[in-house]
């Protein structure tokens, strides 16, 4: 097989070249020597170990000690003090103090933060601007913000910085908006705006906005359920036309883009315009507010202008004719409201209620009068964005036929694009008011993608947009679509898009059909070939948004990563849930800027909703709280023992429950954990392990309340009743007691406080852990199941267990349980998380064999149901017929085919829901997983081609193979794409420094290509190249990895070898592949016949 000589890869410009300089003289670069370096030593590569091999460092029970530094390290961490961020003067953002730099900055360093282009009537005037040489800065990261002093940078921005360079976050960098600037009537106006305000006043608009409000029973009128805001549907913005974009504000009242749609969810007293108008805030639009803002807008801001709209006092009267006489605020006629007054309206108040923590007790929430907390949810339009569903347009018909009023939204003849510069300013002009730092702005100097400026603006101190619900949905979700488009445009073989749009196109019918099957039974199975082959069409669709993040595809790709460490890794050891209280924490009271000692004085409806109004404090929080149970309980990487044992390693998935708020789901690895069957084995000939490991874990998961040593057996016909009591709302916990440090700590110090920990940890056990069967215990009950103790998903079904036993049928280990109603914990986790936590071990026997692979489709589960899907893809097709005409230009074929592609797959993404809080643990935290390890992927199919009889495909796992066996993987960052192909990289390997003995899984493992720097020259050695003949021999090396990535393996189905001669052959082949180093095609099976 012959390698290409050469390759070509095109990519876009961020901006128009800029002018060479013409005439100006440059100075040739002095070039430097570099020294002769001395010779590497030979690289020692570890060999794969047997992850199942018994070794006696396990279980390794945790020491008083032990337990007392990670409590005294956790509360340290814990200090209020330790929560408050200081502000970057360079970029604006809000960091934690060991992320800042106090710095004095020269007048050079001043000059390249400048940003001569701002009109000097809105240049700051918070702080010294000329003392500051004219520097963009943030007033509160100044230490002396009226006299030229010292500043404070944070650790991204000062390396730049000290270079004379312009960071890349930099507020100089197009990110300065002079919100500061506003006149006092416009900023009032900005800040008390309501969406129906907005919707008046904006230049563009949302095409449908959505608002659930919970509307409970008659008897609990004041009770509304606290609901953080979710996203569903793409979005996108009317007028789409440049050419009929509204040239008038407010638009006129027969504008059919007008419209807000509110849906009462409850048995309440039926929502009227009389009693909104009167509470509902967001829903009344007043005209002061909007007068001031639009005339604002079309005489300041230079979009508006430039685009002609005026402001129209006649159309802004007309707003308000149908207000209560002499009232300047109601409730506009474009607002619809609607009551879902049925079962199904239940059902949905039920599934608001939904939570991990029944503690939250959010159904006795009080909301004070003349107060709302509610988010809206984007909903996309029919006609363009491909969301809507048959079921969807019967309801929307029924409701016409029925002659009740609605709103038609018409569109243009395209969207309005959402990476247009004008975007932010006509959408948001309460964000961007005299549109001064638009995304992808053409005169930003260093390009920022909209990633990373939604980031930057989201943390800028005192900024609004954190604080508006919509804006981070938006922007999300438009990152979302153009991580779809990247997909299709370079993870799928162009030859393969006819095959997949054909295939779909064609079978509509029975695409309806499976819709239906699915739809009434989740857990259905295709019955033919046909289906299959639809269904295998639907799933390869998920490999074009395996990198868009919230998509059941990267959940996918979660599970992959989890299934390569329990190959390189073994079985897991502990299961355990997080779910950290954010309405009950004091640090993120104090992240939210508030004073630590008001914290006590918060009832509980003021602490839900600081969280609900700050979602971005609210993700960071979720994201040190992991990352400190990582560091300090696991101590992952430290070389230390954690509190359950040595951490090998960890994966955990991160969700949303029905309130919006999130938790983890994590597996830990444990140094020495045997696999279940060897578990089961050794504790049945050795007595002392045994013993051993029942005492570890009766020690590492309780199951009962502290100081309980006999089974609790409740008076027949009686429940148990909680002991835990509440005030105000609020769990009544005493203060949590502080441990003196460890190694000064005197013997009665040490009782005192063990005493205390008991004491604290029953209350929190009672509170957080005391199992109640709610709505969440049943929502996966098959129809004739009934709500019983037994059927219980959480499996609390109020049964005891004496003793830690082997169940003799099953090989499981039966943990004691002396409490009938307290759920799994570990009192140290509990202590420190002062949250509802859940713990399991992961078992023995063949049943434990079963938990792992139920944990791993569990933690990594997706969020879009099958039936779901296929009607998406069916309104994507209904929308694309008669698209295709025959015999046009092949090209054109297949544009439109990569553009029907594109939209299946951005119709499933809308079906998505997203809090909140995980759009913005996307932006600002911690993502939806964290993990101890990298992976690399090992494609192997290209090996499998190279060498003779190339094995069957097949398998559900095999998620990469329908790009038809790439020879070339383009790596694709914000500026550049580069192209690699591991199997040229494996055959032109250097062959000194033990690269000629490594396997094709050692090579992905240890090894990494990187392009060559222009200044090593000839100082790379030859035996860190590639050798003669590979593509890239001139421009890149390859280096070894500091540290060992996990490969996740992915192409031609690997049987297992006991199934027949066949499956042996097939699979004996693929371990010499991969395990034996090779470098031509009869370097592995030489004289042998087979394999």
């Known amino acids: 097989m012959g390698c290409p000589d050469e390759y070509y890869v095109f990519c876009e410009l961020a901006y128009e070249r800029r002018p060479s300089g013409g005439s100006k003289p440059r100075v040739p670069p002095v070039r430097r020597t570099r020294a002769p370096r001395a010779p590497l030593p030979e690289p020692t590569f570890p060999l794969l170990q047997d992850p199942d091999v018994p070794k006696d460092t396990f279980p390794e029970p945790y020491t008083q000690e032990l337990r007392d530094r990670i409590i005294f390290a956790w509360q340290a961490n814990m200090e209020p003090v330790q929560w408050t961020r200081l502000v970057c003067a360079v970029c604006g953002q809000q960091r934690f103090p060991d992320d800042i730099t106090i710095h004095n900055p020269s007048d050079d360093e001043l000059d390249v933060l400048r940003d001569d282009s701002v009109p000097e009537e809105l240049r700051p005037t918070s702080y010294a601007f000329n003392s500051y040489r004219f520097a963009l800065l943030h007033p509160q990261g100044l230490i002396v913000p009226l006299q030229r002093g010292m500043i404070r940078v944070c650790n991204d921005c000062f390396p730049s910085l000290k270079r004379r360079k312009l960071p890349r976050n930099a507020i100089a960098n197009k990110l300065y908006y002079a919100h500061d600037r506003l006149p006092a009537n416009v900023r009032k106006a900005f800040d008390e705006s309501s969406m129906a305000d907005k919707m008046y006043y904006s230049g563009c608009r949302m095409t449908r906005i959505t608002y659930i409000i919970d509307n409970p029973a008659n008897d609990k009128k004041k009770n509304k359920l606290p609901q953080q805001g ?73 979009v508006y202008r430039e685009l002609g709209i ?23 006629d474009s607002v619809q409201i609607t009551v879902l007054d049925s079962d199904s309206s239940a059902v949905v108040h039920d599934s608001m209620r939904s939570g991990y923590a029944p503690s939250e007790r959010s159904e006795k929430l009080v909301v004070p009068v003349g107060d709302i907390l509610i988010d809206n949810v984007g909903y996309a339009n029919d006609s363009q964005s491909s969301v809507a569903s048959t079921a969807a347009k019967t309801l929307a018909l029924e409701w016409c036929l029925n002659k009740k009023p609605f709103v038609q939204v018409n569109d243009g003849s395209r969207l309005f694009p959402d990476r ?7 959408v948001f002009p309460h964000l961007d008011p005299y549109a001064l730092g638009a995304f992808f702005h053409t005169q930003r100097i260093i390009y920022l993608s909209m990633r990373q400026q939604l980031k930057n603006m989201v943390l800028m101190k005192d900024a609004p947009f954190a604080k508006d619900p919509h804006f981070a949905y ?4 438009a990152i979302q679509r153009n ?8 993870k799928i073989a162009e030859s393969q898009y006819a095959d997949f749009a054909d295939t779909l196109m064609e079978n509509k019918g029975l695409l309806e059909v499976l819709e239906k099957k699915y739809k009434a039974d989740p857990e259905a199975q295709p019955t033919s070939n046909t289906e299959r082959k639809l269904l295998t069409a639907i799933n390869q669709l998920r490999v074009m948004c395996k990198d868009v993040v919230g998509s059941n595809a990267s959940r996918t790709r979660m599970r992959s990563r989890v299934r390569a460490m329990l190959k ?91 309130r919006g708020s999130l938790h983890c789901h994590m597996l830990i690895w444990l140094r020495g954990n045997l696999s279940p069957q060897d578990v089961r084995d050794r504790m049945g000939s050795d007595p002392a392990f045994k013993e051993r490991m029942f005492g570890w874990l009766e020690n590492v998961i309780k199951c009962e309340l502290p100081g309980m040593l006999s089974v609790l057996k409740p008076t027949p016909g009686e429940e148990l009743e909680n002991p835990a009591k509440y005030v105000n709302d609020n769990p009544k916990l005493d203060l949590p007691p502080r441990i003196p440090n460890p190694s000064t700590m005197t013997a009665a110090e040490r009782e005192d406080f063990e005493e205390r920990f008991q ?20 929502k996966y009950l098959k129809p004739g199941q009934s709500k019983t103790d037994a059927n219980c998903r959480m499996r609390m079904s109020g049964k005891t267990q004496p003793f830690t036993e082997i169940d003799e049928e099953t090989g499981s280990i039966l943990l004691r349980r002396l409490h009938p109603w307290i759920n799994n914990f570990n009192d140290v986790v509990l202590f420190l998380l002062q949250s509802n936590m859940d713990i399991k071990y992961i078992g023995s026997g063949p049943a434990a064999k079963a938990l792992v692979y139920y944990i791993t489709d569990y933690i990594t589960k997706g969020t879009l149901p099958m039936h779901v899907g296929l009607s998406a893809v069916i309104a994507s097709i209904r929308k694309t017929e008669g698209l295709y005409a025959p015999g046009e230009d092949a090209t054109v074929a297949t544009a439109k085919r990569r553009s029907f592609l594109i939209k299946c797959v951005n119709a499933m993404m809308g079906r998505l829901e997203l809090s909140h809080q995980q759009v913005m643990s996307y932006v600002v935290g911690g993502g939806d997983y964290y993990c101890s390890h990298q992976f690399v992927p090992l494609y192997w199919g290209d090996m499998s081609k190279f060498h003779p009889k190339a094995a069957e495909f097949s398998g559900d796992d095999d998620d990469v193979h329908v790009l038809g066996g790439p020879e070339v993987t383009l790596n694709i ?3 550049e794409i580069v192209a690699s192909s591991l199997l040229h990289d494996y055959r032109h390997r250097p062959v000194e420094h033990g690269f000629e003995d490594l396997s094709v899984w050692e090579y992905a493992c240890m090894t990494e290509k990187s392009r060559q720097s222009p200044t090593e020259g000839e100082g790379v050695r030859p035996r860190l190249r590639f050798l003669k003949g590979h593509p890239q021999f001139d421009t890149h090396v390859v280096k070894i990895r500091t540290k060992a990535y996990l490969p996740v393996l992915s192409g031609p189905f690997i049987p297992r070898p006991d199934v027949d001669r066949d499956a042996r052959e097939t699979f004996s082949r693929a371990m010499m592949i991969l395990f034996k180093p090779w470098r031509d095609s009869d370097d592995l099976l030489e004289e042998f016949q087979n394999w």
């Not at 938006?474 to 979700?477: D, S, T, Y």
């Not at 779809?484 to 370079?490: N, P, Q």
């Not at 209350?763 to 215990?777: G, K, M, R």
């Open 420 to 426: 247009h510069q004008n975007m932010l300013t006509l």
């Open 759 to 778: 004491r604290f940890v029953t209350d929190l056990a009672c509170v957080y852990n005391w199992h109640t069967h709610h709505h969440t215990c049943w």
């Open 568 to 658: 390189s890794l073994g079985c897991p050891a502990l299961f355990v849930t997080l779910n950290p209280t954010d309405v009950q924490s004091l640090q993120l009271h104090v992240l939210c800027g508030g004073d630590p000692n008001e914290w006590s004085r918060m009832n509980a409806w003021q602490r839900t909703k600081q969280v609900v109004d700050h979602p971005a404090e609210a993700a960071i929080w979720f994201d040190r709280i992991i990352k400190l149970f990582i560091q300090l309980v696991l101590k992952h990487g430290t070389g230390e023992q954690g509190l359950f044992g040595m951490s090998d390693g960890y994966f955990g998935s991160v969700e949303a429950q029905g």
């Open 474 to 477: 938006v922007c999300f979700n």
């Open 310 to 332: 005026e402001f129209s006092e006649e159309n802004l009267r007309t707003i308000g004719a149908n207000f209560p006489d002499g009232e300047v605020a109601g409730l506009p």
């Open 973 to 975: 960052g914000d500026r």
């Open 483 to 490: 991580q779809t488009s990247t997909g299709a445009t370079f």
């Open 230 to 302: 979710m996203n569903r549907g793409h979005c996108s913005f009317i007028p789409q036309d440049f050419g009929t974009m509204s040239r008038v504000l407010p638009p006129p009242s027969d504008d059919m883009t007008l419209g807000l749609c509110v849906l009462f969810v409850g048995r309440g007293v039926k929502p009227t315009r009389e009693n909104i108008g009167v509470s509902l805030y967001p829903l009344i639009c007043s005209l002061p507010r909007i007068g001031t803002v639009g005339r604002f807008l079309t005489s300041v801001n230079p």
